[in-house]
């Protein structure tokens, strides 16, 4: 399974906060899907969007969930210098 999540360009972020996500959301996703080899993509575009490949749709209803907890629960895991 492969998993990309995009951030609006607009969407102002601190310094490493992709890298910290595509980390953090890799270790909880490979919590719950053992096997999916913590293929996560963080990265900007355009618009904010999640895609899962090679899942089905409640593995991606799951990992929204996931990045939804993982993205509010920032503050807990991502530390800024």
């Given at each position: ?53 090679g899942g089905i749709k ?24």
């Amino acid at each position: 399974m492969r998993i990309e999540v995009t951030i609006a360009k607009t969407t102002p972020l601190p310094a490493g906060a992709l890298d910290a996500l595509a980390g953090e959301l890799s270790r909880r996703i490979n919590d719950h899907y053992p096997d999916a080899g913590g293929n996560v993509t963080v990265r900007y575009a355009a618009s904010n969007n999640l895609s899962v490949f090679g899942g089905i749709k409640e593995d991606k209803d799951r990992i929204s969930e996931i990045l939804q907890e993982t993205w509010e629960s920032a503050d807990d895991w991502f530390i800024t210098d």
